[in-house]
């Protein structure tokens, strides 16, 4: 007997997941030629190539395959909120400016645009314009860790943009968010081609994994335990994982502590008076995989 999926929200079927293969194309010679390709799109398609981006951009900007941005373009696939919310912070447009039912012709769009879209600007090759694209979408500053002035810790250099980065969703509209590379001082967490997605922020849960930065300038990854007005349980990831299986629930109380990068073993309880900076990790991004 054959199985049916019964699920219709499959992760790759949504275009989160890794993207598939793109279908191969079939022409019979009784259609070839009917209908000149690119000549007219879809309202979606209009709205990408109208804001000159490729669907390899748009897929890194929202988060959606490849595969399944196509699908929508094509009208094969319906939009849903989430969807809606992504493309309209990507084209910077109105939400409700998706859901419009319209095709275009390729005339439709701004003489610029049709020039950055087919590679005549800026040198581009194969109509992708690399210089352009990072200039227009390239908003996200990227800081580096440096060794502090204690032996074993660590400092966040901030006086010095090392290289813009691509906005991931995540961070839309955060003006104060940044990205971070580890190098070698976060390991085994991270790799050393890891770069984090950073937001600053005063509210913060349990289990979330945040850089913390204390008032005598040292960079800590820790995990949260627990949080009143006033001060953060605070501990290694490791170490989080062995309180919570309730093998060792020891606070050590380290207010004025220094260096407190040599308490990786321990609760440590921080009074909020004494951080200079709390920053959440949204996510990473290993740049060996790119």
Known sequence: MARHNLNPMLTEEQGFGIPSPPPISLTTPGKRGRRRRGSSMTHLKFLRKRTGLTLEI????????????????????????????????????????????????????????????????FGQHEGISVSRTTEIFCDLPVYVLQEGRHEGSVELKMDTTVEMRYRPMELSGKREAFALKTGIYFHPYYNETSLLWLNPTTQVSPEATVLIVTEMGEALLRKIWSVTPTSLQVCSIDYFETLKSGKNEAICAAKNVVPLASQEEALIELDRKTLHAIYRIIGALDLSAL
Do not use: Q, W
């Not at 748009?58 to 849903?80: D, P």
């Open 58 to 121: 748009l897929s890194e900007l929202t988060g959606i395959s490849v595969s399944y941005l196509s699908r929508l373009e094509s009208g094969s696939r319906r939009l849903n909120t989430d969807l809606i919310r992504r493309l309209s912070n990507a084209f910077s447009c109105d939400p409700a400016e998706l859901l419009v039912d319209k095709i275009h012709e390729e005339s439709a769009l701004l003489p610029t645009e049709i020039r950055l879209r087919r590679g005549e600007m």
